[in-house]
């Protein structure tokens, strides 16, 4: 039944070459493509591009939002999907449904939606507003539109881990004494690790190349709101493609080391879930 099953596509050569062919030209060619024309630039370009002062406040605008994002939704992401997994009430397939909103849901409508909530007659902005809490067009309108960008990449990677633990383990650890916090911390927690740690860093990486929602409600203001991705729009817009391209390799790079380092720890985090089994 095994062979049976690995043999079920047309043998491993033709299949394994079709998925090369179809990620090389869908992946590896734009990267390669943007890569080479970043590189046309030369050593010295290149780095006065990527260095510039309004290249420098972009970065810190667009990752200083995108990790406050993602420890919004590793908060928040935890809390619905164990919401989800653990308990039955009215109106749970709904909210399971609503989850993934926001990947159906066009960015640039979500960042109507905000701002329109947000605005001066807003529901969310009459309350804010007379408190001296304004959202749209500052950093603080970044963050949530990343937030509601990404956050299902939390819920949809640990939800179905916490649905696959066997209740068999945490009966076997109430029995021996501990309490349920110390099934969550000792026994829960660290077979979901590896998940959740995958989810914040995919939506970390949303985040910091987020556009069409952040466009809307950010104002783009050079060195207070201006995204990253925005600059890089304003490089294409000014026909300047070796500088927007020089941009976007920052992006990737960043993206790339956070995959990474998030990789390495998954692995030590594996390693050592063994080792104390």
């Known amino acids: 039944m095994a062979v049976a099953q690995r043999r079920l596509l047309p043998g ?9 062919v179809y990620a090389a030209i869908i ?5 390669l493509a943007m890569v080479l024309k970043s590189a046309s630039l030369g050593p010295e370009e290149f780095w006065r591009i990527i260095s510039s002062r309004r290249s420098i406040a972009a970065y810190w605008i667009t990752f200083s939002s995108a990790a406050a994002a993602t420890v919004l939704n590793a908060l ?11 308990y039955e009430f009215r109106g749970k397939r709904a909210l399971d449904a609503l989850i993934d909103l926001p990947f159906a849901l066009p960015t640039a409508v979500a960042g109507l939606t905000l701002v329109t909530l947000f605005s001066e007659n807003g529901w969310y902005g009459q309350v804010l507003l007379p408190l001296g809490i304004q959202v749209n067009y500052t950093q603080l309108g970044i963050i949530i539109a990343m937030t509601f960008t990404s956050i299902p990449f939390v819920v949809r990677t640990v939800q179905p881990v916490l649905e696959d633990i066997q209740p068999d383990i945490e009966e076997a650890a109430r029995t021996l004494g501990a309490t349920r916090w110390q099934v969550f911390a000792r026994v829960i927690w660290p077979l979901i690790t590896p998940a959740f740690l995958a989810g914040c ?41 070796p500088a927007a391209a020089a941009l976007a390799t920052v992006l990737l790079a960043a993206a790339f080391v956070t995959l990474l380092l998030t990789n390495l720890v998954q692995r030590w985090q594996l390693r050592y879930a063994e080792r104390a089994a």
Request: charged share 10%.
């Open 12 to 20: 491993f050569r033709l299949t394994l070459g079709v998925t090369l």
């Open 27 to 31: 992946i590896l060619l734009p990267i």
């Open 76 to 86: 928040f992401g935890l809390l619905l999907a164990w919401v989800l997994t653990r």
């Open 201 to 241: 860093v995919m939506s970390f990486a949303r985040s910091i190349g987020e556009f069409g929602a952040v466009v809307f409600i950010a104002g783009n203001l050079p060195g207070l709101t201006e995204i990253v991705s925005l600059l890089i729009y304003i490089r294409l817009d000014e026909y300047n493609y």
